[in-house]
């Protein structure tokens, strides 16, 4: 009982953490067909903003999270500023983004590197404290990863579903020329859509590194990991990809206690390459929108 507990609690832990780690990216592949590669940059502008926040200007720890938003939110916006709005909706923008947003974040490394050092730091968004479950225990940190994982879901499906700007999110991302026609700013929809997800990939940097420290590339691993939750959930599909961030935590963890700790990422790969034999569009089927 005690090591299926310590699996249950490791594989919350783990998947409060891919989920996290997933939400930003899957809104920008759903609402306008981008993969951000930049999302690295999202993570660590988010990291290094709580730092900045708490460390240099001296505001309580839990402000931390409100550092992380606004760094994630100044990246998207020079994502759109830089990047989106001269290739969105053109030929070839599913290609030529990936390379932008590439470049972007090896810039945004380099920046970090030149501008603060390749140091590593502690988080200072920390919550102290464990609750016993019966031999094993969760840590007072997850219960705040997963709550704040829970409210980003629950804030962006809301927004989604039942706001003005969900309804124009969702006409982009079906025909966002016919939502042109019918008056929707397509441009502002984009850049309102990455200024979300920015500020929802910067507090996730923030809980992220909580578990961790915080260098210049630590959103790279995130990163790689929620590429491979979005495929395996189908793309831009946000329920779907929190669903598949404990499934796969939980798959991940069972493995490393069966075989070992190496083994766990390479369970992760091939349960990838399975599900793109038999499903091509992921395992909620959502289809990749084209722009023409």
Known sequence: MT?????????????????VSSVALSL?????????LAHSGFLAAGAYGSLLLVERLGFPWWAGI???AL????????????????VFARPNFEINIIILTMALSMLIVDMINNLIGPTTSRQPFNLDGRIDL????????TILIICGCAIMVAFL????????????IRAVAQEPTAAQLNGVPINTVVLKVLLLAGCIAGASGVLLTAFTTVYPTVGLDPLLKALIICVVAGLGNIPAALTTSF???FVEVLVQYTFGT??????LLSIVVAVLIVRPNGLFGQKLQMRN
């Open 3 to 19: 090591i299926f507990t310590d699996i249950i609690v490791s594989a919350l832990t783990l998947g409060a953490l891919y989920a």
């Open 28 to 36: 920008i592949w759903g609402s306008v067909g981008m993969l951000n």
């Open 66 to 68: 409100a550092g992380g």
């Open 71 to 86: 760094g994630g939110a100044l990246m998207g916006l020079i994502s759109y500023l830089c990047l989106v709005r001269w």
């Open 134 to 141: 019966g031999g094993a225990g969760i840590t007072s940190q």
């Open 157 to 168: 499906q809301v927004t989604i579903k039942h706001t003005g700007l969900g309804r124009a």
């Open 247 to 249: 499934l796969l935590a």
């Open 262 to 267: 190496k083994w766990g990422f390479p369970a």
